[in-house]
């Protein structure tokens, strides 16, 4: 009797023991009865691109990426998404048979997809919207917004020509805004995002003064650990609709699932209790 062939999918990066990407996979397959396996690989940068071109013929069909593979990750890929394009990096890549990869950045989709899951109501169009920090996810962040018809975006980030490149490659819709001025504008914006990982546990503390914040203003934290950030808790105080992070690792990983096991996964509250444990 043939011997089955389960198929694999992984998450790269460097460190990646704390990644909570095989918790998710591997409810989703529980919970769909489907045979497949999902494992964290740690891998130096200067071993990515040999580890992704054996990968296809070891019985993977794709992979997550995250720090610090996310750019270079498109030197490697021999097709990229428009999405990934204009990012300007991916966070899931598919195999094709032929050992072809595929690159592709679901970060945006899984954050519009999370404040929608939150808030149907919330009208991206209703206003501008204030983006902290200028790394990857705030790259995925602000093309999301922008396709979705965000009339205007002010990018803060601690080292200003970051943000200031963010214009070039995004267009005029774009402004950079001081780090210290954040204050002067956040009662005028319609969103107000951290895309940085200040507040995170172990990280330095989101110092901005909150206090002009409008109770209108959507207000979004990509952090998850802790589940509630100081940021979260002043817009919940303040009367703000507030959205943490965790929807967001959720949404982002369900077209990739789908894509590789042939079956779109829905969110509950068990996984996001999983997630949290």
């Keep these: 009797m043939p011997i089955e062939n389960i198929p694999l999918a992984a998450v790269l990066g460097s460190p990646i023991s704390h990644s909570k990407s095989p918790t998710l996979y591997n409810y989703w397959f529980k919970k769909y009865s489907i045979r497949g396996h999902y494992i964290p690989i740690d891998v130096d940068p200067s071993n990515l691109n040999q580890i992704l071109r054996v990968m296809p013929k070891m019985g993977f069909v794709g ?14 890929a021999d097709q990229i998404s428009d999405r990934a394009a204009v990012i300007g990096a991916a966070n899931t890549l598919s195999f094709t048979k032929a050992g072809k990869i595929f690159a592709d950045n679901t970060d945006g989709e899984g954050f519009i997809e999370n404040l929608r899951h939150h808030y149907p109501s919330w009208n991206p169009k209703e206003g501008p919207a204030i983006v902290l920090g200028a790394g990857g996810a705030s790259r995925a962040v602000v093309s999301a917004l922008l396709q979705n018809s965000t009339p205007e975006i002010w990018i803060a980030n601690r080292t200003r020509a970051r943000a200031e490149k963010m214009t070039s490659d995004f267009g005029a819709r774009l402004r950079v805004i001081d780090w210290y001025a954040v204050s ?49 808790l002043f817009a919940k105080n303040k009367g703000c609709r507030t959205v943490n992070g965790i929807g967001m690792l959720i949404h982002q990983a369900m077209p990739g699932f789908s894509r590789w096991f042939g079956t779109k996964p829905a969110i509950d509250h068990e996984i996001k209790n999983l997630l949290l444990a």
Excluded: C, W
Excluded at 63 to 76: D, M, Q, Y
Excluded at 189 to 202: D, E, F, K, P, Q
Excluded at 207 to 224: A, E, F, N
């Design 63 to 76: 992979a997550n990426v995250t720090i610090p593979h996310k750019e270079i990750v498109l030197t490697i």
């Design 184 to 232: 002067k504008f956040i009662s005028e914006a319609a969103t107000l995002v951290n895309a940085t990982s200040l507040g995170m546990i172990g990280k330095p503390k989101l110092q901005i003064d909150l206090r002009p914040l409008s109770k209108k203003t959507l207000v979004s934290d990509l952090v998850y650990a802790p589940l509630e950030t100081d940021l979260l």
